[in-house]
């Protein structure tokens, strides 16, 4: 049982070039999530997504993409990277019970420098 | 939109002295989550708050969840060098479906 898998780890972009993170879950959470932890600032919500075909915006969703075909993973796009997108970036994934969302389980993170 | 804030930012402590962050919401929440991070690592959840006034304690950690639904605290009594981390408080407004996390308190911990 491997929770919740981050991939890459590490990269290193050029301004303006594009990446994909993939995030998958092996729980069969409905709810997933990417943050962005910046220093000083906790963690960001960038996009949501409450199931299959769904995604909705978070905090900071300008310059992201996410996209969730499959209930397994959820997929995180920068089109055009910039070093303001200079961050660690952290997938989680969670399963509702009743009114409120139980808790988030995280992957190990990913982190993105853009030159 | 909601806002999540949480004091102080940074803690030094002495092994042994107690240690309190404080977690406000702009809005009335559904639950409060609580969650560490050892340095270099990920989030791991510490417990959930659901009803108003609720306290819950785990070993040395107490936390409490406000009677207005706006407000929280979590209180380490006697910290030790494995206490040291971000604590972070998470809170879901009321009918929303957004989870979003205060800032977090980095404890330090001096043996």
């Known amino acids: 049982n491997a929770g919740v898998t981050q991939t890459p780890k590490f990269r290193v972009l050029k301004t303006g070039q594009s990446m994909t993170l993939l995030c998958a879950q092996d729980?069969?959470?409905?709810?997933m999530y990417w943050y962005r932890q910046d220093p000083g600032m906790g963690l960001r919500l960038i996009h949501y997504?409450?199931?299959?075909?769904?995604?909705a915006k978070g905090e900071v969703p300008d310059g992201y993409n996410v996209s969730r075909l499959k209930k397994q993973n959820f997929l995180l796009g920068l089109e055009s990277a910039a070093p303001s997108q200079t961050s660690v970036y952290f997938c989680?994934?969670?399963?509702?019970?009743?009114?409120?969302?139980?808790?988030?389980?995280f992957g190990e993170g990913s982190r993105l420098t853009v030159l | 939109g909601q806002q999540v804030m949480q004091i102080p930012q940074y803690q030094h402590v002495q092994e042994g002295e107690d240690f309190t962050t404080y977690c406000n919401s702009s809005t009335t929440l559904s639950n409060i989550q609580w969650y560490k991070q050892r340095p270099g690592g990920h989030p791991v959840f510490l417990i959930q708050?659901?009803?108003?006034?609720e306290v819950k304690k785990q070993k040395r950690l107490t936390f409490q969840f406000g009677e207005a639904k706006k407000n929280s605290s979590l209180h380490i009594t006697a910290t030790q060098t494995t206490d040291v981390g971000t604590y972070f408080c998470a809170g879901l407004r009321t009918g929303g479906f957004k989870t979003i996390f205060g800032a977090g308190t980095r404890l330090f911990v001096k043996a």
């Open positions: 729980m069969n959470h409905e709810y």
């Open positions: 708050l659901v009803k108003s006034g």
């Open positions: 989680a994934s969670s399963f509702p019970g009743g009114d409120v969302t139980g808790e988030l389980f």
């Open positions: 997504s409450v199931g299959e075909g769904t995604t």
